[in-house]
């Protein structure tokens, strides 16, 4: 006791004038002084005060070039009688300190909702003793002892002098009512305990009564100390009178300080893995207000409540959940991302499927970056630096596709920060099922798992079946709902009968209604299905998707239902589906497709992938304005963007001309009913009788279930994954390759997914083609006999006795995600270039960036690949001559022409009648190509010149626009026409559009919604700060000495 006591022991100075009794200045104001009307009153007074020190009664002095006494009044040190009664007052402290101790650690889970009262307490108690408090926290944080504090401490404790200032000016207001407050209080011995109590839980000492009397003669000794203590003081007293006092509002302090101390509480919360969440599931308040600013979110459901407080979630175990579409999946991802970053202060990533998910989700979160305070970043397409940035203070929450994220992933192991990842969410679970896409998913998933034990991950899916398989493989626990937040009803239409599904019927289904609608004779032949009757039962009033089979039909239907759709539906938001029409045109450098224009006009449109980008954003969000009200749409926009409906047709059981999959088809009639909007939700399938009996079963039997594609993706799949295994020294020998093996999601699955070799066979006939390829070298061993073992290398035996590590090929292979099919065609090609590179067009360059797998694609019309051909320039004929054209690259020349001559889209359509929607696919994955080319190249020296021409030539196809414009679509959701319009307009560089106010966006720039204005400012913010920060992080870098600078010893 002794020893504590003698440590949090002080000495105050005083003014020599009559002082307050001990009442006054244990007074606490009571709530309406402290109201926010009376500090508004006083705000401006307040302010002004805060530049002075009223309370020690010392005029600011400006720009003092001296130690020159400024406190001279200041001359006298009660001891005796004062500091008596110091020792005593501090004394019942420590013993009350002693005796609650346990009860500071409950105190801190409950500091976060009680930190406005311990302002408001540690404003009146603060009194004209905060100068020594700052003094004494500042000598603490140079070494001396600290001061003993309870956990609970109060804010100010942590503020600084010019904050104080603030605050200690603010207690002479409250001083000014303390009289009469006093006198209306009657300050018995039991309010003096409570007082008492709650002191030493703020970590403040309350200043005593003083008497006169204790101005009394000191012993030299103790002149001496007062003298020392004295000039202490005053030193400390000069140094924050000269610092300077910035003007803050109160308001916005105290907000400040509430959610620093919330997410402080947030922390320890989490780190105890208590019960007690927090304001809002371990985060601030100010996150629930962000959801209900930005999303209007005031609630969570029941569902997304008890997925969130399980003990699986607060342990921070890894997580699958299954809900139906629609059910508020993602909210929960964000809620558990957020306290990733800004409580546990670790980088998040964030896979989804495509890359118009990707930018979506970007600007949606841009806005919680900006207020939060941590950074969004996109890796889709081109976009995306490996290995990412690394931050000091800000955290990053990546978003990326299921590819880049893959290469983000292999980026961080590279550099040992893969720990630095705290949180890793996949949505669409599912698709890990799928193709070459899944098989790189799941060696995304497997790498995480096998290097680092503290990256949590959460996988989410609306259609799973075999869910213990994927648990095993991401050793997850599972949760799953039916809930949905739109009651959905399921019906099957056949002829003019429409049957509702039901389980408990005998055949599955039951009777509900015959279509009732008068079809002339030319309607029955145009429209067998009675389409025309299914949608005018909800549109224009309500919203509608039809799922055709093919792109070509989406089109036909459109066209077809809006011949018989009367003319009143053309006065249905007329002036708005005039303006969709004519933004068309702009964004389309004047061209419109003659089908939209007839179809638009009556609220219809078709969607499919043979729109361009803008055309597809623009459509979109014309129906979700509701100015659009029927879609006529592929299997693909079910997977895609969010845009629910009233009603979801499917026109045929069919997606092109496989039959319907339940996975599919539980997506497609998801859509149906939009929460917050409808009530209720109708699917309705359409089938002829011979398909009756297939689709009684799809509505019936369980959804599909899931399978690797690892070993099936021969060359994409487990040829990929032993290559970067090896490459980033994960497993470099066929003993940690198979252990490896063995915990992925095949490695599950082996069993019955093997049939003919096992996987040690697999495995060894992998690492054989890789090495046979150049791509991986085995280190040689050597048999007792010392002979080298070239016979027997093949035997499992002798393979499990190598190592391998990996040839520049294949560091370059495995660094630029080049499909190993083509890797060394790849490496010829670009060998060859160098031999003649022609640079005096782009023709070249594009020729080498091209994917090759584009070129199968393209069913080229020889006649006029044969014109075109006539019109290139001598030169390009030269290049065409060095590269041997033939059939295989005639996709790749369309692709030349469009950006060679900087001609739009629609032209090169026309000109080489290809699909606008594949000529912009081939162009985004030309750029998505040449930034994998370029990271090839960075690995081999002898590719050097191709580095800074693939660098400048990946932005041109990333872009395709004037070299003024790609600033601007650097930011996420602003393509070329609204590039243009922002151009145009004066916003000429990411700064201008940062600092754009939206509302005047929304006036200069034409056919921009609110809500866009709003995500196109948030998403150039948080561009521009993440650049400025990598600038600063840059500089500093450069000025910090390095660890491995040499020291000179002194002799």
């Known amino acids: 006791m002794d020893e504590d006591g003698s440590r949090i022991r002080r000495r105050v100075s005083v003014r020599k004038r009559n002082r307050p009794s001990l009442e006054i200045l244990f007074a606490v104001p009571t709530a309406t002084e402290l109201s926010p009307g009376v500090e508004e009153e006083k705000e401006e007074e307040m302010v002004a005060g805060s530049l002075r020190r009223k309370t020690v009664g010392v005029q600011p002095v400006e720009n003092h070039e001296s130690e020159e006494d400024m406190f001279g009044d200041y ?36 500091l976060c909702s009680e930190s406005i009262k311990h302002n408001n307490l540690s404003i009146t108690t603060v009194g004209s003793f905060i100068e020594l408090k700052t003094h004494e926290h500042a000598k603490n944080q140079s070494g001396h002892k600290d001061v003993s504090v309870e956990p609970g401490a109060d804010l100010l404790y942590e503020l600084p002098s010019s904050q104080v200032l603030y605050f200690e000016n603010l207690k002479n207001s409250s001083n000014d009512l303390g009289d009469q407050s006093t006198k209306e209080r009657d300050w018995n011995p039991s309010s003096h305990k409570t007082v008492n109590e709650e002191l030493p839980h703020n970590g403040i000492e309350q200043p005593q009564q003083i008497d006169e009397s204790s101005s009394k003669v000191r012993t030299s000794s103790d002149v001496n100390r007062r003298k020392s203590l004295k000039d202490l003081l005053k030193s400390t007293m000069t140094g924050n009178a000269k610092a300077q006092t910035p003007i803050f509002s109160r308001t916005k302090q105290l907000k400040e300080n509430l959610l620093s101390e919330e997410i402080n509480v947030a922390k320890k919360t989490i780190e105890l893995y208590s019960d007690d969440l927090g304001p809002f599931y371990s985060l601030p308040s100010k996150v629930r207000d962000l959801y209900v600013q930005f999303r209007g979110i005031e609630k969570l459901y029941e569902w997304q409540h008890t997925c969130l407080t399980l003990s699986s979630v607060q342990e921070r175990k890894n997580l699958i959940y299954s809900l139906p579409t629609s059910g508020g999946k993602t909210l929960v991802a964000e809620i558990l991302m957020l306290q ?57 929450l990546y978003i990326a596709t299921i590819e880049k994220g893959h290469g983000l992933i292999n980026s961080l192991i590279e550099t040992g920060r893969i720990n630095s990842l705290g949180l890793v969410v996949v949505d669409e679970l599912h698709m890990i099922a799928e193709g070459s896409r899944g098989a790189v998913l799941e060696m995304t998933l497997a790498k995480i798992i096998y290097t680092s034990k503290t990256t949590q991950i959460i996988g989410m899916s609306a259609t799973l079946n075999n869910v213990e ?23 099957l239409k056949i002829n003019d009968a429409i049957y509702k599904v039901d389980s408990k019927a005998e055949t599955g289904m039951t009777f509900s209604r015959l279509l009732n609608y008068k079809y002339s004779d030319t309607l029955k032949k145009m429209d067998p299905d009675h389409l025309v009757a299914l949608v005018t039962e909800v549109i224009p009033t309500y919203s509608c998707l039809v799922f055709c089979p093919t792109k070509k039909n989406c089109e036909n239907v459109a066209e077809m239902i809006c011949k018989f759709l009367s003319k009143e539906y053309l006065k249905h938001r007329e002036k708005e589906k005039q303006e969709v029409i004519k933004n068309l045109k702009n964004i389309s450098s004047g061209n419109l497709c003659p089908v939209l224009k007839r179809t638009i006009p009556l609220g219809v449109a078709y969607h499919h992938s043979g729109l361009t980008s803008d055309e597809r954003k623009l459509l979109e969000e014309a129906y979700s304005t509701g100015v659009l009200c029927l879609l006529t749409c592929t299997s693909t926009l079910a997977a895609g963007v969010n845009l629910p409906a009233r009603r979801v047709i499917l026109r045929a059981p069919y997606v092109a001309k496989e039959f319907l999959k339940r996975n599919q088809y539980k997506q497609m009639i998801g859509r149906a009913g939009r929460a917050g909007i409808d009530s209720v939700g109708e699917s309705i399938l359409i089938l002829q009788e011979n398909d009756k009996q297939r689709v009684l079963e799809l509505i019936s039997r369980p959804l599909e279930n899931c399978y690797s594609h690892l070993v099936q993706e021969f060359t994409k799949g487990i040829q990929t994954l032993f290559l970067s295994l090896i490459g980033l020294k994960i497993a470099t020998n066929l003993g940690d390759i198979y252990h490896f093996m063995s915990g992925t999601f095949f490695g599950v699955q082996q069993k019955f997914l093997l049939k003919e070799k096992s996987l040690w066979e697999i495995t060894v006939e992998s690492l054989k083609y890789l090495t046979e390829k150049g791509l991986l070298q085995k280190n040689t061993i050597f048999t007792e006999k010392g002979l080298t073992q070239k016979d027997a290398i093949y035997k499992s035996e002798e393979w499990f006795q190598f190592s391998f590590h990996i040839t520049k ?48 694609q393209c069913d080229p019309d020889w006649m006029i690949y044969f014109r075109q051909f006539n019109q290139l320039s001598s030169a390009e ?57 370029l990271h090839f190249c960075e690995e081999l020296e002898e590719f050097w010149v191709y580095r800074a021409l693939l660098v400048e030539l990946t932005k041109k196809l990333t872009y395709c626009v004037r070299a003024e414009l790609v600033p601007l679509m650097e930011v996420t959701g602003v393509l070329e026409g609204r590039a243009k319009q922002l151009y145009n307009a004066g916003y000429k560089s990411l700064t201008h559009l ?23 400012v948030s998403s150039a913010k948080m561009l521009l700060h993440e650049k400025a920060e990598a600038l600063q992080e840059e500089a500093e870098d450069l000025l910090r000495l390095p660890s491995d600078f040499p020291s000179i010893e002194k002799s």
């Open 75 to 110: 001359d006298s040190f009660a001891e005796n009688s004062f500091l008596a009664q110091v020792d005593d007052l501090e004394q019942k402290y420590m013993q009350l300190s002693e005796n609650r101790k346990h009860d500071a650690d409950l105190a801190s889970t409950d």
């Open 340 to 396: 990733e970053l800004l409580c546990r202060r670790k980088d998040v990533l964030m896979i989804l499927p495509y890359v118009a998910i990707v930018q979506e989700k970007i600007s949606a979160l841009s806005h919680f970056g900006i207020e939060l305070g941590f950074f969004v970043e996109e890796y889709a397409g081109s976009k995306g630096k490996f290995p990412p940035i690394k931050r000091r203070e800000k955290k990053s």
């Open 469 to 491: 398989d994927l648990q095993e493989f991401l050793q997850a626990e599972y949760y799953t709902s039916q809930f949905r937040p739109v009651e959905l009803k399921e019906y």
């Open 809 to 856: 090929l294949g560091r370059a292979s495995f660094k630029g995600t080049i499909d190993l099919a083509y890797c060394d065609i790849l490496y010829r090609d670009l060998k060859k270039g160098l031999e003649g590179l022609v640079l005096e067009s782009l023709l070249h360059l594009i020729y080498l960036t091209t994917p090759y797998d584009m070129a199968s």
């Open 877 to 933: 004929q030269n290049v065409a001559a060095l590269i041997g054209v033939s059939e295989n690259y005639i996709g790749k020349k369309a692709s030349g022409q469009a950006i060679k001559k900087e001609t739009n889209i629609w032209s090169v359509s026309e000109k080489f009648n290809l699909p606008r929607g594949y000529i912009q696919s081939l162009l985004t994955a030309a750029a998505t190509f040449s930034s994998c080319v």
């Open 994 to 1016: 940062a600092n754009a106010d939206p509302e005047v966006l929304i006036r200069t720039i034409d056919h921009l919604s609110r809500r866009q204005a709003k995500q196109i």
